[in-house]
C-alpha cells in the first residue's frame, strides 16, 4: 500500500507532463490548469498520507525497488525509492509548495498560447525533483538532477522570441553542467571504490571506513562542486539572477524554493560522507559564508524586483551551506523549509505585483502601492519580515537564529593543528543578516511607500491570492516547531528529521539571541532612516553604475550610518566573482578563437601546400610527355646510355 | 532451414526487382519505394524469426550458416550471429525501416536506382554484422561503401561530388589494408599449419609474433577506425554528412559508422587480445581526443548537418574509449553507446532533412522559432538532442556512464577529461535548441507543414526504445557481449578441419 | 680480300648507330629521320653479319635478312604515312609539328 503510494507520489505528476505534452495545444486552458493542479495535488496528498504512515509505523524508512538499471561485474546500481524522514520533508515541501504555486499560475498564465508547454515543463519538474528527492541511489537521483535541470532550462526559455531569456537559460544549463559533471566524476570514484551507488550502502561502507581518506576527500569535493552550481553558490553565483527571465511561478517554484535547494538536500542525504572529510566541511561553510555576504551586497544594489529576490535567494542558499558546514545538517534543512515558505511567498508576491503594475520590474518605477494593494502589501510583509527574520513573530527568525547559534558553537577543521573558530563565521553571518534586513526593507519602502510613481489596474484574482495566503501563514508561523532553547524546549523538526541524533543542546548565552533577533531591526530601521522618511536620504536611480545620490542637508545621524550602506553596496556594484568569471569566459573565448583561427591556418597551408606541390608535380609530369618523337627518342637513347653505363660500371 | 542468409539475400533481391521493374511505366512513381517498404517488412519479420528462434546447438553463438564459396582457396560464404550482430541488426533494420518511411518517399528523380542502392547498402551492411569468413567481410565491407558513393553523387547537397571523392578514397585506401591484414593473416596462418582458410574461429587461432600482430591488428584497426571515425582519420565524416541525402545520412551515421565499432570488437579485440592490450592506451587517447575535438568543432558550427556530424565524432570517441578500455563494462558501454547513438542521431538527421526540405536551408543563424510553426517537430528534435547531450534517464547516458566507470578504473584522469566532452556536449546541442527550435522566429512567407501523426509515431518508436534504453539497458547488456572467438558452434567444428 | 677483324667491324657498326642516332635526334626532317632510322637498323644488322662471320654461323646472315626486311617494311609504312600525311593538306615534314593529336 506505501509502497504504491510512494511510487504513484512520482508517476502522477509525470504522467501529468506527458499528458499535456502530448495534447499541445489541444486542451482548453481550464482543463490543463485542472491537469497539472490535480495531479501535485493529489501527489501532495499521497505524501501527506504517507507522512502519516510512516509516523504511525515504527520502521524508521520505506524502500520500493522498482528494478536493476544497470549491473556489472563489480558495480551495480537499481532505480528505486527510499523515504525516510529527510526525504519526507522535502517531499512535503516539494508537493505542497509546488501546489500552491501551481494554483497560483493557473491564473497567472492564463491565456499565454504556451500553457500546455508551461505546465508539461513544471510537472514534469515536480517529477524530476521527486525522483530526486526519492531515489535510494546516487545514480538514480542524477536522472532527477539532471531532469530539473533541464526543466529550469525550457521553463527560463520559456518566452523564447526574446534572445536575452535564451541566453539566460543557456547560460544556467551549462553552469550548472559544469558542476554535474564534476558531481559525475565524483559519483564515478565512489563508484569504483565503493562498488555501489546505494546510499544506504555507501554510507554503511564509509562507517565501516572501506574508502581510503583521500578517494573520500576527493568524491566528496566533486560531489560539493556539483552541488554549488545546483545551489548558485560563489563561482557560480551568475546564472541564478539571470534565470529570473523565466515566468514568475517558474521563479517561485524552481529557482527559489525548490530546485536549488536540491544541493543541500543531497549533502543531508550524505552527511555521513561529509562529516568524514572535515577539510571538505570547511570548504562549504568557507564558501557559504562568502557567498551570503556577497550576494546580500549584491541584492543591496538590485533595482529589479526579481534580481533583488533571486540575488536574497543564493545569499540563503550560503547560510545553508553554512549550516551544512558545521555539520548540522538538520539545522541547514529547517531553514530550507522556513526559505521555501518566505521566498516562494516573496516571489508569488512580486509576481502578483508585476502583472498589476504593467510588467514593471523596476522597484524605482513602483512606490506606494501599499495603499492600491494593501493585501498584497501584507502578504510581501510577511515574507520580508520572515526574510529579515524578525525575532518571535516570524518562522525565518527561528531557523537563521538555530543557524547562527550553531556556527558559533562550531570550529572548522583546516589542518591537523589549526582549527578555525566559529566566531568568525559568525560575525559575517550576523553581517549577512543585518544586510539582508537592510535590502528587502529597501525594497519594501520602495515598492509599497512614497509616492505613487506608477499607474497600476486590476485585480489580484482569488486563484492567486488564495495561495498567497497560505504561504504568509507559513511564513509567519511555520518555523514554531523549533525553537531555541532560552524561549522554550520545542524541537519537533529535528526529532522529526532525525530522532536518532537530537541537536546537541547547546547552553548558549542569552546575548547570542538578543544579538541575532536585534540585528534584523536594527537593519530595518536604517532603511527606514535612507528611504522611509518623506525626503528620503538616498536617491537612488535604476542606472545600476551610478552611486546613489545624498540628499543635500544629510541628518548627522544618517550621515553617521551611510557607510554601513556605502560600503557593502560599493561590493554589490563591483561584483568581484562576477567579473572573475567574466574575466574567465572572455580568456576562454580568446583562446577559442585563436585555436580555431590557429586550426584554420594550419589545415589550410597543409592542405593547399600539398595541393601546389601536386599540382608542380603533375606538371612536371605533363611536360615530359610532350609528343615529340625525337625527344622520347632522345630519352631512349639517354636511358639506354645510362643504363650500359650502369652495367658496364658495376 | 535458416534465416541468415535470407537476411543478407532478401534486401538484394529488392534492389534487382527495383532495378528490373523500374523500366515499366506503371511502377514509376512510388513503386520503387514500396518494393522497398516491403522488403524491409519482410527483412524485419526474418529478423524476428531469427531472434525467437531456439538455438539448435550449445554455446553463445546463437545461429550458424556455412556452405563452401570458391573451394581451392577455403573461402567459405560462412554467416554466424551472436548477441553483438543482432542487437546490431536490430538497429539497422528498425532504423533503416524508419528512414524509408519518413525520408525517401519524396525522392522523384531515379526514384528506383536510389531505392535500389540503398537497399544495396542496407545488404551490405548486414553482411559484415554477421560474416565470420574474412573474404566474405571483406567482400560485404566493400558492397556496403560502393552504394553509398553512388548515393552521395547521385542525390547529394550543393559539394555532392567532393564530399563523395573524399569519402571514397578515405574508406576505400583503408580498406586496403585490410585487405592485406587479412591475406596476412591467411598466409601466416598457412604457413603455420598448411591450411588455406578465410575462417574467423580458425584465424583466430594462429600464432603470431608480437611484431606482426600489432601490424595485423593496426592493418584491421585503421579501417575500422576510418569508419568510425578516430580523429585523425575523421575529415571524410562531416562533409559526406553534410552533403548526403537524408536517407543517406541517417543510414551513414545511424548504421555504417557502427559497422567500425563492431569490427573494432570483432576482430581487433577478438583476433588480437594481446596487441589490442599493447595498443589500447594509444587508442584510448585517441578516443580522448575524438572525444573533445568532436565535441568543440561541433560548438563551433552554424550547419545543423555538420554540426551533428561533429557531435557524432564526438560520441563515437565513447565507443572507441570503451572498447579500448578492454574490459566486459566498457564493452557494454560501447554497444549501448553504438545503440544509442545510432537512434538520436538517425533521429536528429531525420529532423534536420526534414527542416531542410522545408526550408531550403540548414544554416543554424537563419533558420529559428520553429516551435512557433512546427511544434511536433520540434520537440521531437529537442527530445533528440537532450538525449545527444546525454542527459540520465536516456540511452547515451546508460553508455556514457558505462564506458567513463570502465576507463575510470583504468586511468580517472581520462575519465575525467572525458566528462569535460559531456560539458560541450550541452554546450552544442543547446545552440542547435536555442538557434533552431526556439530563438524569435524569422520572418517566412511560405507555409510549413508539421509532421502528420503517422510520422510522429514513427519517431515516437525512436524515442520509446532511447528511453528504455536509457532506463532499462541491462538485458541488452548481458545480452549483447560479443561471443568469444574460440568457442565456436558446434557444427563449425567439423566445418573447421 | 682485306679480312676484318671483329673489332673493327663492331667499331663501325658503333660508328653508323651513332651517325643513326644524332641523325633522329637531330634533323626534324621526316624523310631523313627514316633514313636515319634505317641506317641505325643497318648498324645492328653488321654486327649480327660480323658475329655470324667470327664464330661461323649461318643465323648471323639469317638475322640479317630479317632486318633488312624489317627495314624494309618500316620504310615503306614510314613513307606511307608521309605521304598520307602530305594528302591530307600537311605542307611540312617538320617532325616537332605532329605532337598533338589534331589532324
Same mark, same amino acid.
Given at each position: 500500500?506505501?509502497?504504491?503510494?510512494?511510487?504513484?507520489?512520482?508517476?502522477?505528476?509525470?504522467?501529468?507532463?506527458?499528458?499535456?505534452?502530448?495534447?499541445?495545444?489541444?486542451?482548453?486552458?481550464?482543463?490543463?490548469?485542472?491537469?497539472?493542479?490535480?495531479?501535485?495535488?493529489?501527489?501532495?496528498?499521497?505524501?501527506?498520507?504517507?507522512?502519516?504512515?510512516?509516523?504511525?509505523?515504527?520502521?524508521?524508512?520505506?524502500?520500493?525497488?522498482?528494478?536493476?538499471?544497470?549491473?556489472?561485474?563489480?558495480?551495480?546500481?537499481?532505480?528505486?525509492?527510499?523515504?525516510?524522514?529527510?526525504?519526507?520533508?522535502?517531499?512535503?515541501?516539494?508537493?505542497?509548495?509546488?501546489?500552491?504555486?501551481?494554483?497560483?499560475?493557473?491564473?497567472?498564465?492564463?491565456?499565454?498560447?504556451?500553457?500546455?508547454?508551461?505546465?508539461?515543463?513544471?510537472?514534469?519538474?515536480?517529477?524530476?525533483?521527486?525522483?530526486?528527492?526519492?531515489?535510494?541511489?546516487?545514480?538514480?537521483?542524477?536522472?532527477?538532477?539532471?531532469?530539473?535541470?533541464?526543466?529550469?532550462?525550457?521553463?527560463?526559455?520559456?518566452?523564447?522570441?526574446?534572445?536575452?531569456?535564451?541566453?539566460?537559460?543557456?547560460?544556467?544549463?551549462?553552469?550548472?553542467?559544469?558542476?554535474?559533471?564534476?558531481?559525475?566524476?565524483?559519483?564515478?570514484?565512489?563508484?569504483?571504490?565503493?562498488?555501489?551507488?546505494?546510499?544506504?550502502?555507501?554510507?554503511?561502507?564509509?562507517?565501516?571506513?572501506?574508502?581510503?581518506?583521500?578517494?573520500?576527500?576527493?568524491?566528496?569535493?566533486?560531489?560539493?562542486?556539483?552541488?554549488?552550481?545546483?545551489?548558485?553558490?560563489?563561482?557560480?553565483?551568475?546564472?541564478?539572477?539571470?534565470?529570473?527571465?523565466?515566468?514568475?511561478?517558474?521563479?517561485?517554484?524552481?529557482?527559489?524554493?525548490?530546485?536549488?535547494?536540491?544541493?543541500?538536500?543531497?549533502?543531508?542525504?550524505?552527511?555521513?560522507?561529509?562529516?568524514?572529510?572535515?577539510?571538505?566541511?570547511?570548504?562549504?561553510?568557507?564558501?557559504?559564508?562568502?557567498?551570503?555576504?556577497?550576494?546580500?551586497?549584491?541584492?543591496?544594489?538590485?533595482?529589479?524586483?526579481?534580481?533583488?529576490?533571486?540575488?536574497?535567494?543564493?545569499?540563503?542558499?550560503?547560510?545553508?551551506?553554512?549550516?551544512?558546514?558545521?555539520?548540522?545538517?538538520?539545522?541547514?534543512?529547517?531553514?530550507?523549509?522556513?526559505?521555501?515558505?518566505?521566498?516562494?511567498?516573496?516571489?508569488?508576491?512580486?509576481?502578483?505585483?508585476?502583472?498589476?503594475?504593467?510588467?514593471?520590474?523596476?522597484?524605482?518605477?513602483?512606490?506606494?502601492?501599499?495603499?492600491?494593494?494593501?493585501?498584497?502589501?501584507?502578504?510581501?510583509?510577511?515574507?520580508?519580515?520572515?526574510?529579515?527574520?524578525?525575532?518571535?513573530?516570524?518562522?525565518?527568525?527561528?531557523?537563521?537564529?538555530?543557524?547562527?547559534?550553531?556556527?558559533?558553537?562550531?570550529?572548522?577543521?583546516?589542518?591537523?593543528?589549526?582549527?578555525?573558530?566559529?566566531?568568525?563565521?559568525?560575525?559575517?553571518?550576523?553581517?549577512?543578516?543585518?544586510?539582508? *534586513?537592510?535590502?528587502?526593507?529597501?525594497?519594501?519602502?520602495?515598492?509599497?511607500?512614497?509616492?505613487?510613481?506608477?499607474?497600476?489596474?486590476?485585480?489580484?484574482?482569488?486563484?492567486?491570492?488564495?495561495?498567497?495566503?497560505?504561504?504568509?501563514?507559513?511564513?509567519?508561523?511555520?518555523?514554531?516547531?523549533?525553537?531555541?532553547?532560552?524561549?522554550?524546549?520545542?524541537?519537533?523538526?529535528?526529532?522529526?528529521?532525525?530522532?536518532?541524533?537530537?541537536?546537541?543542546?547547546?547552553?548558549?548565552?542569552?546575548?547570542?539571541?538578543?544579538?541575532?533577533?536585534?540585528?534584523?531591526?536594527?537593519?530595518?530601521?536604517?532603511?527606514?532612516?535612507?528611504?522611509?522618511?518623506?525626503?528620503?536620504?538616498?536617491?537612488?536611480?535604476?542606472?545600476?553604475?551610478?552611486?546613489?545620490?545624498?540628499?543635500?542637508?544629510?541628518?548627522?545621524?544618517?550621515?553617521?550610518?551611510?557607510?554601513?550602506?556605502?560600503?557593502?553596496?560599493?561590493?554589490?556594484?563591483?561584483?568581484?566573482?562576477?567579473?572573475?568569471?567574466?574575466?574567465?569566459?572572455?580568456?576562454?573565448?580568446?583562446?577559442?578563437?585563436?585555436?580555431?583561427?590557429?586550426?584554420?591556418?594550419?589545415?589550410?597551408?597543409?592542405?593547399?601546400?600539398?595541393?601546389?606541390?601536386?599540382?608542380?608535380?603533375?606538371?612536371?609530369?605533363?611536360?615530359?610527355?610532350?609528343?615529340?618523337?625525337?625527344?622520347?627518342?632522345?630519352?631512349?637513347?639517354?636511358?639506354?646510355?645510362?643504363?650500359?653505363?650502369?652495367?658496364?660500371?658495376? | 532451414?535458416?534465416?541468415?542468409?535470407?537476411?543478407?539475400?532478401?534486401?538484394?533481391?529488392?534492389?534487382?526487382?527495383?532495378?528490373?521493374?523500374?523500366?515499366?511505366?506503371?511502377?514509376?512513381?512510388?513503386?520503387?519505394?514500396?518494393?522497398?517498404?516491403?522488403?524491409?517488412?519482410?527483412?524485419?519479420?526474418?529478423?524476428?524469426?531469427?531472434?525467437?528462434?531456439?538455438?539448435?546447438?550449445?554455446?553463445?553463438?546463437?545461429?550458424?550458416?556455412?556452405?563452401?564459396?570458391?573451394?581451392?582457396?577455403?573461402?567459405?560464404?560462412?554467416?554466424?550471429?551472436?548477441?553483438?550482430?543482432?542487437?546490431?541488426?536490430?538497429?539497422?533494420?528498425?532504423?533503416?525501416?524508419?528512414?524509408?518511411?519518413?525520408?525517401?518517399?519524396?525522392?522523384?528523380?531515379?526514384?528506383?536506382?536510389?531505392?535500389?542502392?540503398?537497399?544495396?547498402?542496407?545488404?551490405?551492411?548486414?553482411?559484415?554484422?554477421?560474416?565470420?569468413?574474412?573474404?566474405?567481410?571483406?567482400?560485404?565491407?566493400?558492397?556496403?561503401?560502393?552504394?553509398?558513393?553512388?548515393?552521395?553523387?547521385?542525390?547529394?547537397?550543393?559539394?555532392?561530388?567532393?564530399?563523395?571523392?573524399?569519402?571514397?578514397?578515405?574508406?576505400?585506401?583503408?580498406?586496403?589494408?585490410?585487405?592485406?591484414?587479412?591475406?596476412?593473416?591467411?598466409?601466416?596462418?598457412?604457413?603455420?599449419?598448411?591450411?588455406?582458410?578465410?575462417?574467423?574461429?580458425?584465424?583466430?587461432?594462429?600464432?603470431?609474433?608480437?611484431?606482426?600482430?600489432?601490424?595485423?591488428?593496426?592493418?584491421?584497426?585503421?579501417?575500422?577506425?576510418?569508419?568510425?571515425?578516430?580523429?585523425?582519420?575523421?575529415?571524410?565524416?562531416?562533409?559526406?554528412?553534410?552533403?548526403?541525402?537524408?536517407?543517406?545520412?541517417?543510414?551513414?551515421?545511424?548504421?555504417?559508422?557502427?559497422?567500425?565499432?563492431?569490427?573494432?570488437?570483432?576482430?581487433?579485440?577478438?583476433?588480437?587480445?594481446?596487441?589490442?592490450?599493447?595498443?589500447?592506451?594509444?587508442?584510448?587517447?585517441?578516443?580522448?581526443?575524438?572525444?573533445?575535438?568532436?565535441?568543440?568543432?561541433?560548438?563551433?558550427?552554424?550547419?545543423?548537418?555538420?554540426?551533428?556530424?561533429?557531435?557524432?565524432?564526438?560520441?563515437?570517441?565513447?565507443?572507441?574509449?570503451?572498447?579500448?578500455?578492454?574490459?566486459?563494462?566498457?564493452?557494454?558501454?560501447?554497444?549501448?553507446?553504438?545503440?544509442?547513438?545510432?537512434?538520436?542521431?538517425?533521429?536528429?538527421?531525420?529532423?534536420?532533412?526534414?527542416?531542410?526540405?522545408?526550408?531550403?536551408?540548414?544554416?543554424?543563424?537563419?533558420?529559428?522559432?520553429?516551435?512557433?510553426?512546427?511544434?511536433?517537430?520540434?520537440?521531437?528534435?529537442?527530445?533528440?538532442?537532450?538525449?545527444?547531450?546525454?542527459?540520465?534517464?536516456?540511452?547515451?547516458?546508460?553508455?556514457?556512464?558505462?564506458?567513463?566507470?570502465?576507463?575510470?578504473?583504468?586511468?580517472?584522469?581520462?575519465?575525467?577529461?572525458?566528462?569535460?566532452?559531456?560539458?560541450?556536449?550541452?554546450?552544442?546541442?543547446?545552440?542547435?535548441?536555442?538557434?533552431?527550435?526556439?530563438?524569435?522566429?524569422?520572418?517566412?512567407?511560405?507555409?510549413?507543414?508539421?509532421?502528420?501523426?503517422?510520422?510522429?509515431?514513427?519517431?515516437?518508436?525512436?524515442?520509446?526504445?532511447?528511453?528504455?534504453?536509457?532506463?532499462?539497458?541491462?538485458?541488452?547488456?548481458?545480452?549483447?557481449?560479443?561471443?568469444?572467438?574460440?568457442?565456436?558452434?558446434?557444427?563449425?567444428?567439423?566445418?573447421?578441419? | 680480300?682485306?679480312?676484318?677483324?671483329?673489332?673493327?667491324?663492331?667499331?663501325?657498326?658503333?660508328?653508323?648507330?651513332?651517325?643513326?642516332?644524332?641523325?633522329?635526334?637531330?634533323?626534324?626532317?621526316?624523310?631523313?629521320?627514316?633514313?636515319?632510322?634505317?641506317?641505325?637498323?643497318?648498324?645492328?644488322?653488321?654486327?649480327?653479319?660480323?658475329?655470324?662471320?667470327?664464330?661461323?654461323?649461318? *643465323?648471323?646472315?639469317?638475322?640479317?635478312?630479317?632486318?633488312?626486311?624489317?627495314?624494309?617494311?618500316?620504310?615503306?609504312?614510314?613513307?606511307?604515312?608521309?605521304?598520307?600525311?602530305?594528302?591530307?593538306?600537311?605542307?611540312?615534314?617538320?617532325?616537332?609539328?605532329?605532337?598533338?593529336?589534331?589532324?
Amino acid at each position: 500500500m506505501a509502497e504504491i503510494l510512494l511510487s504513484l507520489v512520482v508517476v502522477i505528476p509525470l504522467a501529468a507532463s506527458v499528458i499535456l505534452f502530448l495534447s499541445a495545444g489541444r486542451l482548453s486552458g481550464f482543463l490543463i490548469g485542472a491537469i497539472a493542479c490535480g495531479a501535485i495535488s493529489l501527489s501532495a496528498i499521497f505524501s501527506a498520507i504517507l507522512a502519516g504512515l510512516l509516523h504511525s509505523q515504527l520502521s524508521p524508512s520505506l524502500h520500493v525497488f522498482f528494478w536493476e538499471w544497470m549491473r556489472t561485474a563489480d558495480f551495480s546500481t537499481g532505480i528505486g525509492f527510499t523515504l525516510d524522514p529527510l526525504s519526507l520533508v522535502m517531499i512535503l515541501i516539494v508537493t505542497w509548495v509546488g501546489l500552491l504555486i501551481h494554483l497560483y499560475a493557473t491564473r497567472y498564465m492564463a491565456g499565454d498560447p504556451g500553457l500546455a508547454r508551461f505546465f508539461g515543463c513544471m510537472t514534469l519538474f515536480v517529477a524530476s525533483m521527486l525522483l530526486l528527492v526519492l531515489s535510494s541511489d546516487l545514480l538514480c537521483m542524477f536522472i532527477g538532477w539532471e531532469g530539473v535541470g533541464l526543466c529550469s532550462y525550457l521553463l527560463i526559455g520559456f518566452w523564447y522570441t526574446e534572445p536575452a531569456n535564451l541566453a539566460a537559460a543557456r547560460k544556467a544549463f551549462i553552469i550548472t553542467r559544469v558542476g554535474d559533471a564534476a558531481m559525475l566524476c565524483g559519483l564515478l570514484l565512489l563508484a569504483t571504490e565503493a562498488s555501489s551507488l546505494q546510499v544506504d550502502t555507501l554510507l554503511q561502507t564509509v562507517t565501516a571506513a572501506k574508502i581510503s581518506q583521500s578517494a573520500l576527500t576527493f568524491s566528496t569535493l566533486l560531489i560539493l562542486v556539483g552541488t554549488l552550481a545546483k545551489s548558485a553558490q560563489l563561482p557560480f553565483q551568475s546564472w541564478l539572477p539571470d534565470a529570473m527571465a523565466g515566468p514568475t511561478p517558474t521563479s517561485a517554484l524552481i529557482h527559489a524554493a525548490t530546485m536549488v535547494t536540491a544541493g543541500i538536500y543531497l549533502i543531508a542525504r550524505l552527511h555521513v560522507l561529509f562529516t568524514a572529510t572535515p577539510l571538505v566541511l570547511t570548504i562549504m561553510a568557507v564558501v557559504g559564508t562568502l557567498t551570503l555576504f556577497l550576494a546580500a551586497c549584491n541584492a543591496l544594489v538590485q533595482s529589479d524586483l526579481k534580481r533583488i529576490l533571486a540575488w536574497s535567494t543564493v545569499s540563503q542558499l550560503g547560510y545553508m551551506f553554512l549550516a551544512l558546514g558545521t555539520g548540522l545538517w538538520q539545522v541547514a534543512l529547517f531553514h530550507l523549509m522556513t526559505h521555501a515558505f518566505f521566498k516562494a511567498l516573496l516571489f508569488l508576491c512580486a509576481g502578483a505585483i508585476i502583472t498589476r503594475v504593467h510588467h514593471e520590474q523596476d522597484i524605482f518605477r513602483m512606490g506606494g502601492l501599499f495603499r492600491t494593494m494593501p493585501g498584497i502589501a501584507l502578504a510581501f510583509l510577511a515574507g520580508a519580515t520572515s526574510l529579515a527574520g524578525f525575532p518571535l513573530l516570524t518562522a525565518g527568525f527561528y531557523s537563521k537564529e538555530l543557524i547562527l547559534s550553531s556556527v558559533w558553537n562550531a570550529s572548522f577543521f583546516l589542518a591537523p593543528d589549526l582549527i578555525l573558530s566559529g566566531h568568525v563565521f559568525w560575525v559575517v553571518a550576523l553581517a549577512g543578516a543585518f544586510l539582508t *534586513s537592510l535590502y528587502i526593507s529597501r525594497c519594501f519602502l520602495l515598492v509599497f511607500m512614497g509616492k505613487a510613481k506608477t499607474h497600476e489596474s486590476g485585480q489580484t484574482p482569488l486563484l492567486m491570492a488564495i495561495p498567497l495566503g497560505c504561504l504568509s501563514f507559513l511564513a509567519l508561523f511555520g518555523g514554531m516547531m523549533e525553537m531555541p532553547d532560552a524561549l522554550a524546549h520545542v524541537h519537533l523538526f529535528t526529532e522529526m528529521v532525525d530522532p536518532a541524533h537530537a541537536l546537541p543542546s547547546a547552553d548558549e548565552p542569552l546575548w547570542l539571541l538578543l544579538v541575532g533577533g536585534g540585528i534584523p531591526v536594527l537593519g530595518a530601521l536604517l532603511a527606514w532612516i535612507f528611504w522611509g522618511q518623506r525626503n528620503p536620504v538616498l536617491h537612488e536611480t535604476s542606472d545600476e553604475p551610478a552611486p546613489p545620490q545624498t540628499s543635500q542637508p544629510v541628518p548627522i545621524l544618517a550621515a553617521c550610518l551611510l557607510p554601513l550602506f556605502r560600503i557593502p553596496s560599493w561590493l554589490g556594484r563591483y561584483d568581484f566573482p562576477a567579473r572573475l568569471s567574466k574575466g574567465v569566459s572572455i580568456l576562454i573565448n580568446g583562446m577559442n578563437t585563436f585555436a580555431l583561427q590557429f586550426r584554420a591556418c594550419i589545415f589550410m597551408n597543409v592542405s593547399h601546400q600539398t595541393l601546389m606541390t601536386l599540382r608542380q608535380g603533375n606538371l612536371l609530369m605533363a611536360y615530359t610527355q610532350n609528343g615529340r618523337v625525337r625527344w622520347y627518342a632522345a630519352w631512349i637513347a639517354g636511358g639506354l646510355c645510362a643504363s650500359l653505363a650502369l652495367a658496364g660500371l658495376t | 532451414m535458416n534465416a541468415l542468409p535470407a537476411l543478407v539475400c532478401v534486401p538484394l533481391a529488392g534492389a534487382s526487382i527495383i532495378w528490373l521493374t523500374d523500366r515499366l511505366p506503371a511502377t514509376r512513381r512510388s513503386g520503387p519505394w514500396a518494393i522497398t517498404l516491403m522488403t524491409l517488412t519482410l527483412e524485419l519479420l526474418l529478423l524476428l524469426w531469427a531472434s525467437f528462434q531456439g538455438t539448435s546447438h550449445q554455446g553463445p553463438w546463437l545461429n550458424h550458416f556455412s556452405i563452401p564459396w570458391v573451394p581451392p582457396l577455403g573461402i567459405v560464404f560462412r554467416l554466424d550471429m551472436d548477441g553483438l550482430s543482432l542487437s546490431m541488426l536490430w538497429l539497422t533494420i528498425l532504423l533503416s525501416l524508419a528512414c524509408v518511411l519518413l525520408t525517401t518517399r519524396h525522392i522523384r528523380d531515379s526514384s528506383g536506382t536510389f531505392h535500389a542502392l540503398l537497399l544495396a547498402t542496407i545488404s551490405g551492411t548486414v553482411g559484415t554484422f554477421l560474416a565470420t569468413d574474412l573474404f566474405l567481410f571483406f567482400f560485404f565491407w566493400e558492397l556496403m561503401l560502393v552504394p553509398v558513393f553512388f548515393l552521395l553523387c547521385g542525390w547529394g547537397h550543393e559539394n555532392r561530388y567532393r564530399a563523395a571523392i573524399k569519402f571514397f578514397l578515405f574508406t576505400q585506401g583503408s580498406g586496403l589494408l585490410m585487405l592485406l591484414s587479412i591475406l596476412g593473416l591467411v598466409i601466416i596462418n598457412f604457413q603455420e599449419t598448411g591450411i588455406l582458410t578465410f575462417d574467423y574461429f580458425v584465424l583466430a587461432n594462429t600464432p603470431l609474433s608480437p611484431l606482426l600482430s600489432m601490424l595485423l591488428m593496426l592493418g584491421f584497426f585503421i579501417p575500422f577506425a576510418v569508419k568510425l571515425p578516430v580523429v585523425p582519420v575523421h575529415v571524410w565524416l562531416p562533409d559526406t554528412h553534410t552533403q548526403a541525402p537524408t536517407a543517406g545520412s541517417v543510414i551513414l551515421a545511424g548504421i555504417l559508422l557502427k559497422t567500425g565499432g563492431y569490427g573494432m570488437i570483432r576482430f581487433n579485440l577478438m583476433l588480437f587480445p594481446e596487441a589490442v592490450e599493447r595498443f589500447a592506451p594509444y587508442a584510448t587517447l585517441l578516443g580522448l581526443i575524438g572525444i573533445l575535438y568532436g565535441a568543440w568543432l561541433a560548438c563551433a558550427q552554424s550547419d545543423i548537418k555538420r554540426l551533428i556530424a561533429y557531435s557524432s565524432i564526438s560520441h563515437l570517441g565513447f565507443v572507441m574509449l570503451g572498447i579500448f578500455s578492454v574490459s566486459p563494462v566498457g564493452l557494454q558501454g560501447a554497444i549501448i553507446q553504438m545503440l544509442a547513438h545510432g537512434l538520436s542521431t538517425g533521429g536528429l538527421f531525420i529532423i534536420a532533412g526534414a527542416i531542410q526540405d522545408r526550408l531550403h536551408t540548414r544554416d543554424i543563424v537563419t533558420i529559428g522559432g520553429l516551435w512557433e510553426s512546427m511544434p511536433r517537430l520540434s520537440s521531437v528534435g529537442l527530445f533528440f538532442a537532450i538525449a545527444s547531450l546525454g542527459i540520465p534517464g536516456l540511452g547515451n547516458f546508460a553508455g556514457e556512464f558505462l564506458v567513463l566507470f570502465a576507463t575510470w578504473s583504468v586511468s580517472p584522469f581520462i575519465a575525467i577529461l572525458a566528462t569535460g566532452g559531456l560539458i560541450l556536449a550541452s554546450v552544442y546541442s543547446l545552440k542547435l535548441v536555442n538557434g533552431v527550435f526556439l530563438a524569435p522566429s524569422s520572418s517566412r512567407a511560405e507555409p510549413v507543414s508539421d509532421f502528420h501523426a503517422g510520422q510522429m509515431s514513427i519517431l515516437g518508436i525512436l524515442m520509446t526504445l532511447l528511453v528504455i534504453l536509457g532506463l532499462y539497458p541491462q538485458p541488452i547488456m548481458t545480452f549483447s557481449l560479443p561471443s568469444p572467438a574460440t568457442i565456436t558452434t558446434s557444427n563449425s567444428g567439423k566445418n573447421a578441419s | 680480300m682485306t679480312v676484318f677483324s671483329l673489332n673493327e667491324t663492331l667499331l663501325l657498326a658503333v660508328l653508323l648507330f651513332v651517325v643513326g642516332l644524332a641523325g633522329i635526334l637531330v634533323r626534324r626532317n621526316l624523310l631523313f629521320m627514316l633514313m636515319s632510322l634505317d641506317i641505325m637498323l643497318n648498324a645492328a644488322a653488321l654486327v649480327f653479319v660480323a658475329a655470324g662471320a667470327k664464330w661461323h654461323d649461318a *643465323s648471323g646472315q639469317v638475322m640479317f635478312l630479317m632486318i633488312l626486311a624489317l627495314a624494309a617494311v618500316e620504310t615503306a609504312v614510314g613513307l606511307a604515312v608521309i605521304l598520307r600525311l602530305h594528302a591530307s593538306g600537311r605542307p611540312t615534314l617538320d617532325a616537332d609539328s605532329g605532337n598533338l593529336l589534331r589532324g
